[in-house]
């Protein structure tokens, strides 16, 4: 075994120079220094759209640009409420309670101590047996003791200070992780709310429609009667009639649920606040977004990618902790009090002082050392990569969102003329049906055309409305 440890530390001179070496240099940090890494980030986003004159909006409150007040309250109070927000600053007040810790670590332990002991001896312990002969000997005895005493670790090798660095980094990724969960409630709460008026904008389409076809087969059944019409026709009127009522029931199921995922975000039982938004409102504004942040901004500004850089800081202050271990610990500790069976007042016979030096040092256990420095650095190395995937998947989402915004927009544009024109064709072809100069066949296939572009329609409306809202949460608006 002896053999053995002396070929350990031959392998080992220069770790064991240098820890010699930390003697001097104790206020030294061991462990490479952190920098953060550069980046590649794009100059710009590819399907951003031209900046404007005016000012960008501020990513802080971006629902108000939605001149929504409805929106805007369920975001204050989903911000107010949220469950999952509350947890978030929870899991902040624990790291920030372990880094405070870590920075009490290096201060001197202190502590005051006193104490009263009253013992009645037995006769046939063996004090008892050894004492109990002599003259005065009493088997009741009352011991005083109080003292004062601290302790301090010499941090040589900078492991304590490395650890508060790390500690100090989770923290602030903590409290990115923080921000990152204000955003993502705020966005989930604003999709929720276009889904729902989504939802109520086809309903009420549907109801319209259905009014319409009601009226038509009204008609085709006087002009049965009168015979101008065939059984025929008037099987095709109520089959249309049916078709439409049967679009109905999936869009209630959807405002039901999205109401339910809004009081759930707003931390609510379902259907505590569903009345406010039964009734249906006009169409939010759907800001144009400009976009006028840069790809590298989005380091400062998107809570994951701050959260990333943060943990890859810990990992490299975690490296330091772990090189530590090569170097010796020492420890100081005194200890000032007195201890006295006669009388609790101190006195100088009763003076009783303690001082200790302490050394630790994981001398022989060098192999363990280099398997946990090895590890640091494989944590370090995973965090650096999580960290370039975090600003990978940053453009990503914000190149997505752009392009969702942009094709939505299109499309939009696109349906309004296509409704336009789908309601002038579905009036000339019901004013000739009304005349006899065509058959009932074209007024239903008109109509048809009509509801599926409306109902488009308010789906390409819904769709912006989300995208914009994609957008602003890309971009890490919200905090």
């Not at 794009?42 to 909006?57: D, E, K, L, N, V």
Request: aromatic share 6%; glycine share 6%; hydrophobic share 45%.
């Amino acid at each position: 075994m002896a053999s053995q440890s002396v070929a350990l530390l031959s392998r080992r001179p220069g770790k064991l120079i240098a820890a010699a070496l930390s003697l001097a240099l104790a206020a030294c940090a061991v462990g490479p220094d952190y920098v953060k890494p550069g980046s590649d980030m794009p100059a710009a986003f590819q399907h951003a759209a031209p900046a404007t004159a005016s000012a960008p909006p501020a990513l802080e409150v971006w629902w108000s640009y939605f001149n929504d007040p409805v929106l805007t309250q369920i975001i204050e109070r989903v911000l107010a409420q949220n469950l999952d927000l509350a947890a978030s600053l929870a899991r902040v007040e624990q790291a920030r309670a372990v880094a405070r810790l870590s920075n009490a670590a290096l201060l001197p332990i202190g502590s005051v101590t006193a104490q009263v002991a009253k013992q009645h001896q037995s006769l046939q312990s063996e004090l008892g047996e050894l004492a109990s002969p002599h003259p005065g000997y009493q088997r009741n005895a009352t011991l005083y003791s109080a003292g004062v005493g601290a302790s301090w670790e010499a941090d040589l090798g900078g492991g304590l200070h490395r650890g508060l660095e790390a500690d100090t980094a989770e923290a602030q990724a903590a409290a990115a992780d923080h921000l990152g969960v204000r955003v993502t409630v705020a966005a989930e709460a604003a999709d929720a709310y276009f889904r729902v008026r989504g939802a109520q904008t086809r309903m009420m389409l549907a109801a319209a429609e259905l009014k319409a076809d009601n009226d038509l087969l009204e008609l085709v059944k006087l002009r049965l009667k009168e015979g101008m019409a065939t059984e025929r026709e008037q099987a095709q009127a109520e089959a249309r009639v049916a078709q439409v009522k049967a679009t109905i029931p999936p869009l209630r199921s959807e405002r039901a649920i999205q109401l339910n995922r809004l009081d759930v975000l707003m931390g609510a039982q379902p259907g505590t606040y569903a009345g406010e938004l039964i009734a249906a409102t006009i169409e939010a504004a759907i800001p144009p977004l400009a976009v006028a942040l840069k790809p590298e901004q989005l380091l400062r500004r998107r809570p994951d990618v701050i959260a990333a850089e943060r943990r890859l800081a810990a990992s490299n202050a975690r490296i330091g902790v772990a090189i530590a271990e090569y170097y010796p610990k020492f420890s100081l500790s005194a200890l000032l009090g007195f201890e006295s069976l006669s009388s609790a007042t101190p006195s100088a016979a009763s003076f009783q002082p303690l001082a200790l030096v302490g050394l630790r040092w994981r001398l022989f256990d060098f192999d363990r050392v280099d398997a946990e420095v090895a590890r640091a650095k494989g944590v370090n190395a995973e965090a650096l990569a999580h960290y370039r995937q975090a600003m990978l998947r940053a453009t990503e989402d914000v190149e997505n969102a752009l392009v969702m915004q942009t094709e939505l927009e299109a499309e939009r544009q696109e349906l309004l003329r296509e409704v336009a024109a789908d309601v002038r064709a579905r009036d000339s072809s019901e004013d000739a049906y009304k005349g006899g100069a065509t058959g009932l066949t074209e007024v239903l296939e008109q109509d048809r055309q009509l509801l599926a572009a409306r109902d488009q329609l308010a789906q390409a409306q819904t769709g912006s409305g989300r995208a914009v809202v994609a957008t602003f949460r890309a971009l890490g608006g919200g905090w």
